[in-house]
């Protein structure tokens, strides 16, 4: 049966990894997402966004990096080893991460808020082709996306925006979401 799109939007939920279960996603399905991602509305067709995928050991050094940047950055009174192991599993529990970058126009065409506004419109498109492929995700901006550079060679103009984590789970562990209603946000001007 195929789902409307106003359904699928309507039940599109952040999954998070420690409600992710141990099943792959076909490399064929990560290429669809991230194919979806170029379709995305882009002013001047700058086409900002950038992804770096990180799958198995790759995601794992991407944990282990993140936690000790975690522990140099943080001062002695402000650490937790808590938050240092909540950093490396979720990581080892998430199938897939994906590096959400902005490549910024080098002509600056545009402004900088239309090519982040730009990527998370992609971003977006990979989330609801995930939720209509049954995939769990959401997408985390920490503070330590800040120094992905010091890991991985970033382009000219090209940051880091925040991590896209994805999984399969199990379908009874999503959450119902509620929204205020549109009437309360919306004005229809007339003059």
Excluded at 47 to 64: H, N, S, T, V, Y
Excluded at 136 to 162: H, V
Aim: net charge negative; with cysteine; proline share 5%.
């Amino acid at each position: 049966m195929t789902r409307d799109i106003n359904d699928i939007i309507r039940e599109r939920r952040s999954v998070f990894p420690a409600q992710y279960i141990e099943k792959p996603i076909d490399k064929a399905l990560i290429d669809q997402i991230l194919e979806n991602a170029n379709w995305a509305p882009t002013h001047k067709k700058t086409e900002p966004w950038r992804f770096k995928i990180f799958r198995e050991e790759a995601k794992d050094r991407l944990g282990e990096f993140l936690a000790n940047t975690y522990l140099d950055i943080t001062p002695d009174d402000k650490f937790s080893p808590f938050k240092y192991k909540k950093i490396v599993d979720k990581c080892k529990a998430t199938d897939t991460i994906v590096a959400i970058c902005m490549q910024r126009d080098p002509k600056e065409r545009v402004p900088e808020w239309e090519e982040v506004s730009a990527v998370a419109m992609a971003v977006q498109n990979m989330w609801l082709t995930c939720e209509v492929n049954d995939v769990g995700c959401y997408w985390s901006s920490p503070a330590l996306k800040d120094y992905l550079s010091d890991l991985l060679t970033l382009e000219e103009g090209e940051r880091c925006l925040g991590f896209f984590y994805m999984g399969y789970y199990k379908k009874d562990e999503k959450g119902e979401s509620k929204r205020g209603s549109i009437l309360n946000k919306t004005e229809w001007v007339q003059f």
